[in-house]
């Protein structure tokens, strides 16, 4: 995290410095079908994160020492491409997206029905072309909605959300500026079905009532995306 | 990458289809599949576009950074071209360190628009023998349906001739349009059942043999060729794609200016 609250991020109004309240999201929208030869995709758009998720699968598991006897594996890769961010990424691997990659198939794993299709492996590519802040959010969301635009049966979809803090005050969906000062970040990845979680990460420092209300701001905003994923969804099958 | 199994029956089926002059998506043998074009489209970029060519949509994204001149040349700055596709693009693309394919992607883009002169890399110094520009174009695939060649360069040249040098963010003076004084344009053929095809899709690349890029520029200049995968071509074959290329690029030179 970086300076602690040497720079004045919320007004005395309370209204953050993209005019939001603390409570608030960025504009997010969906979209599904992108990628026409995978057999699931999706974009999403998050403030001006943007995501694009294709799906390929079931298919054949190579090589065979991935393989499972009694159920499918998930072949997840994270990536930013080299034009996503401010200073030209350098492509391939790296620590980080190694990270993203492990924690976005953890969370994908435990939603998937994965006993219906042993020794078979669906491959999730998430693929960030323009990176804000929250990419790891947008880029498990927009792979659920991938997955289910794929068909490919799940207990439920994950959505995945971050509250933070800055100027020692708790706020929904950190954007650029704000995750720069923040100093504090917590994304969660959660079943709006049931309120349970597959994904969980935190840094920074919050007090045991912070950290409640950044949960709880989670919790909420987690209902209001997942209308937007059934939205885009059903408005898919129309077409 | 790994070379899917090419069905027999794909290969008979695209030859009878030639036989009656037919195309597997009922194209005439020299039309271009539906071309949608579009820059500014990546707001991290510093220039952007996206191309969609039927099934197949790239982004080309253009960033700048400050390089120190080479020593033999102090008063130039850089041009790098580099192609990805990664596993999204379609289930033949694997992860990985760049494969051979996307490495002659790149480099056949790169050669076009390099050889052009389009960018006038003396534009490119700030400070003689200390800084330069050096623009960086990266082209990314997000669906592969065949003739990622031909999309990669039209997505690259609209970015480029749509990029704003960042002067002001690198604190070396004020932001201004980078300069590209012409347009080289990629036209792609694909030897399907025994014939050339301009344009080719997906399956006709499976089902084919031999490819070749022409890049032309303002004046049907020539500024790069290549000869892809097993094959073998008449002169007369290559005259004949070489007068549709003539042809094509200036349509796709009409579109890229009126953007």
Redesign the interface.
């Given at each position: 995290m970086g300076g602690y609250g040497d720079v004045q991020m919320i007004d005395e109004n309370g209204k953050r410095v993209d005019g939001r309240g603390p409570g608030d999201l960025r504009e997010i929208t969906i979209e599904t079908g992108?990628?026409?030869?995978?057999d699931g995709s999706c974009r999403m758009t998050w403030g001006?994160n943007?995501a694009?998720?294709?799906i390929?699968g079931p298919?054949e598991a190579h090589p065979r020492k991935i393989q499972r006897q009694d159920r499918a594996v998930l072949d997840v890769?994270y990536?930013m491409?080299?034009?996503?961010?401010?200073?030209?990424m350098r492509?391939?691997f790296n620590r980080r997206s190694r990270e993203i990659s492990k924690v976005t198939k953890d969370a994908l794993e435990s939603v998937v029905l994965l006993e219906l299709y042993p020794r078979s492996k669906i491959?999730v590519?998430?693929?960030i072309?323009?990176?804000e802040a929250g990419t790891r959010c947008v880029g498990l969301t927009a792979a659920s909605v991938a997955l289910a635009d794929a068909g490919i049966p799940m207990t439920d979809m994950v959505v995945s959300v971050a509250s933070g803090k800055i100027n020692d005050i708790v706020v929904c969906d950190l954007n650029k500026e704000e995750d720069n000062y923040g100093e504090a970040d917590l994304p969660m990845g959660i079943l709006p079905n049931s309120g349970d979680l597959v994904f969980l990460q935190m840094d920074g420092n919050l007090s045991q009532e912070e950290f409640s209300e950044a949960w709880q701001y989670n919790m909420e905003a987690a209902q209001a995306i997942h209308s937007k994923m059934v939205e885009a969804l059903k408005g898919g099958m129309q077409q | 990458m790994t070379i899917p199994l090419v069905p027999s029956l794909l290969r008979a089926h695209l030859s009878d289809l030639a036989e009656n002059d037919g195309r597997i998506d009922n194209r005439d043998r020299w039309e271009g599949r539906d071309l949608e074009l579009q820059h500014s489209v990546l707001p991290r970029a510093e220039g952007s576009a996206r191309v969609r060519m039927g099934d197949t949509i790239v982004f080309a994204g253009v960033k700048f950074q400050i390089m120190q001149p080479y020593s033999d040349r102090p008063n130039q700055g850089g041009l790098m071209c580099s192609a990805e596709v990664r596993p999204v693009a379609g289930r033949h693309w694997e992860a990985g360190p760049p494969s051979a394919e996307s490495i002659e992607l790149g480099r056949v883009v790169d050669r076009g628009i390099r050889e052009s002169g389009c960018i006038d890399v003396d534009s490119l110094c700030i400070i003689p023998g200390e800084k330069a520009w050096q623009v960086i174009l990266d082209l990314f695939a997000i669906s592969d349906d065949g003739n990622l060649f031909d999309a990669f360069a039209l997505a690259g040249i609209t970015a480029l001739k749509n990029s704003v040098i960042p002067y002001e963010r690198f604190e070396v003076g004020e932001d201004r349009q980078l300069d590209v004084s012409s347009t080289p344009i990629m036209c792609s053929y694909h030897k399907v059942g025994g014939r050339f095809v301009y344009d080719a899709s997906g399956r006709e690349e499976l089902g084919g043999d031999e490819r070749i890029h022409i890049t032309l520029g303002d004046n049907d200049n020539v500024h790069s060729l290549q000869k892809g995968l097993k094959g073998i071509f008449s002169a007369d074959e290559f005259t004949e794609i070489m007068e549709h290329s003539m042809k094509r690029t200036k349509e796709l030179r009409k579109i890229v200016e009126s953007l």
């Open positions: 992108v990628v026409p030869v995978a001006t943007e694009i998720v294709a390929y298919m890769s990536n491409a080299p034009f996503s961010t401010t200073d030209r492509p391939g491959r590519n998430i693929e072309v323009s990176a | -």
